[in-house]
């Protein structure tokens, strides 16, 4: 069972509307979260990144949230564009003796059109 | 991201044959990473190299196997592919700063199908 779980799996919106998508997870011990932009062909792009004692993250129109203690996060878009048509992903780091290792959602794949 | 270049970007192969898969970087870093991509799930470690006499496995490494030529070279080779192989393919490399989470920077995926 994926310890990342997004919802919802797939959305449509408005050119100009916003949106949220969520993420729970399950992974222990929790180290960061980071949510990463997929575009069709192309390989995953980082946009935010969180620890665990940071609640908001912001990077342009994109503001992603977090609760540690419910391990639920959530990205918002903000007056969306075309150019935001991709997968987000859920990405959870967890603390080894070594490295974080990074575990996966699978992704909302988010169509906006015009 | 440029600085990450898989080679092939697409590649049709036959049962049993052995294929391999090529991941340049000129970013710098040391750690390097190779995931694949299946509908439905996320993406999932195969193996991964701290530097150049380093090789983890990942999760699913069986039937997989790596070669790390250079800082900047990460071959993953698949000895005798079979049909559930067919996926897409990700290079990934990072070079962690002190006390900061580490960004890892993906290629662009190399898509195989295993007939």
């Known amino acids: 069972k994926n310890q990342v779980e997004q919802s919802p799996q797939s959305l449509i919106i408005l050119e100009g509307k916003n949106c949220t998508l969520q993420?729970?997870?399950?992974?222990?011990?929790?180290?960061?979260l980071r949510w990463y932009k997929q575009d069709t062909g192309r390989g995953p792009v980082s946009l935010t990144i969180m620890t665990f004692s940071e609640n908001t993250k912001s990077n342009g129109r994109y503001t992603a949230t977090l609760d540690a203690d419910t391990k639920q996060s959530s990205l918002h878009i903000t007056a969306s564009q075309l150019s935001d048509s991709a997968s987000y992903i859920c990405v959870v780091s967890v603390t080894t003796d070594s490295w974080g290792k990074l575990q996966f959602g699978a992704g909302t794949q988010v169509v906006v059109t015009p | 991201d440029a600085d990450v270049t898989q080679t092939p970007r697409n590649r049709i192969t036959k049962t049993g044959k052995r294929i391999m898969l090529e991941c340049s970087q000129t970013k710098g870093h040391d750690r390097m990473y190779w995931y694949r991509q299946d509908p439905g799930l996320g993406l999932r470690l195969i193996y991964y190299s701290f530097d150049v006499k380093d090789i983890n496995k990942g999760e699913i490494s069986d039937g997989y196997s790596v070669s790390r030529q250079a800082q900047a070279k990460f071959s993953l080779s698949l000895e005798s592919a079979i049909p559930n192989q067919t996926a897409l393919y990700f290079c990934a490399t990072s070079d962690p700063p002190l006390g900061v989470p580490e960004t890892q920077y993906f290629g662009p995926g190399t898509r195989l199908l295993v007939l």
């Open positions: 993420c729970n997870y399950t992974v222990s011990p929790f180290s960061n």
